[in-house]
């Protein structure tokens, strides 16, 4: 990754942190997450789309897809014909083959992420340092 094309992106050893989307690009379309962070290990990237707006239909070869609203509602159209609406905070899995379309049904912007890759999940596989010990939070906090 050229620090030139991303500068908004800080860079360290192993990581790389952009504060918001703006860093990664402007406007409409796609924000390439994955080319602005470094990412490696799959795809990703941030869509933002006018009200109104609808993608072409398109499937993959390979690549399973996750979808999540992060911004707006959204209409996604699979190859059976049926229409789910996901609104912020909804999220959609959808196989390689699957035929799918995205709409922006909402009446202002719409903005989601796609991480798309394959080959499985990898597990956990998260390890603390040594002599180091879980943080706890709140009673009935997540933990990772």
């Known amino acids: 990754m050229e620090a030139s094309e991303y500068p908004k992106v800080t860079v360290g050893e192993g990581y790389a942190v952009a504060e918001d989307l703006d860093a990664l690009g402007e406007g409409y379309g796609f924000r390439k997450m994955r080319k602005g962070l470094g990412v490696t290990a799959f795809g990703v990237n ?6 109104g707006f609808a993608t072409g239909s398109h499937y993959h070869d390979v690549q399973e897809e996750l979808y999540f ?27 390689a083959a699957t035929l799918r379309k995205v709409r922006n049904v909402g009446e202002g912007d719409a903005t989601y992420l796609c991480a798309g890759g394959k080959d499985g999940y990898v597990g956990r596989d998260g390890r603390l340092p040594d002599g180091e010990s879980r943080v706890s939070g709140p009673p009935g906090a997540a933990q990772s």
Request: net charge negative; no cysteine; hydrophobic share 35%.
């Open 69 to 95: 609203v992060h911004e707006g509602t959204i209409e996604m159209e699979f190859g059976d014909g049926s229409t789910h609406r996901l609104q912020e905070g909804g999220s959609a899995r959808v196989d």
């Open 46 to 51: 941030v869509i933002t789309m006018p009200a």
